[in-house]
């Protein structure tokens, strides 16, 4: 019953954005984990105009040439093992290499197998090499058959999002050092750098979060940056009930009527990939209005105050839980997460469609 509507037309004008604040830039789109729950080989059928597309696992690459697609896919966290290897090879795959055992792996591989994107741990302390292991890691790798053209240089940031955090300008000037005046490409920027640090835009960003719509600044939404979200996530009302004043709703009776209250009960849950914890504090869309949730939200359902609504609210009624009208990253303020989550979160359940 629950499902998630793709504006194709969105993840375009999205992209569109995205290349207008980096233009002298190439744009790795970050396709993983379904494309924030958007769905892999549609929303990358949607962004062809995409430099490349970027995934975490050889699976999720497999997908996108399986439905043809041709642009360029970079592994971000590389290969792990032989069979790995081969099939990224087979497939034309570029890699990320971010540590010792991954060179050791690319002996192994066909001269001219892999474009690769040595990652340099610039200080987010999870994957890459330490600066001082850099230029060796370089020169090992430089010197692989398996190595097709120059090595290119890599990293990620810990806190783009928080453009006054220190860290993030040594981050930069980590790279800065470690790469200065080397051949090949360079790539810095998440959509929160892309943002905020002209300075990290580099040869190839790497958005995610943009191109669906969201926002990854605190207490901004994607209108704010001139984006639509790509996502809208909606349900109907299954059943309406009053409720006389002292009533309690749903589990733990958390929700107390304090008037005479006409319920929606909507048919989507935590089961469906909606937040449990944004029954303190959420709302929904209900004919373009918002309604407060009302009480706990259960695996299959959730309760909505609908008493404001005039004619009174109808079983089979639409309701959005997110979407344009109501941002993701409201929701994920009043659920005590981040928008990334609750896009990635959304379950097999929930029928995925583009539009
Ligand atoms: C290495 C790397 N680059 C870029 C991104 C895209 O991040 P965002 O969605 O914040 O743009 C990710 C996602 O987590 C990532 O792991």
Redesign the pocket.
Known sequence: MASATIDTSALKHNLGIVRTRAQGSRVMA?VKANAYGHGLVPVARALAQADAF?VARVEEGLALRNAGIEQPIVL?EGVFDADQREAAAASRFDLVVHGAAQIELLRGAAPASFKVWLKLDSGMNRLGFDPADFPAARAALGALAAVRGPVHSFT?LAGADEPRDAATAGQLACFEAATRGLPGERSIA???ALLNLPSALADWV?????LYGAS?MPGAVGADHGLRPAMTLRSQVIAVKAIRPGARVGYGGAWVASRPTMLAIAAIGYGDGYPRSAGAAGSVLLRGRRAPLAGRVSMDMLAIDATDLEPAVRVGEPVVLWGPGLPVEEVAAAAGVIP?ELLCGISQRVAVEGR
């Open positions: 970050v970027a971000l990620h998440n959509s929160a790497r958005p995610g979060l943009l990854p990334y």
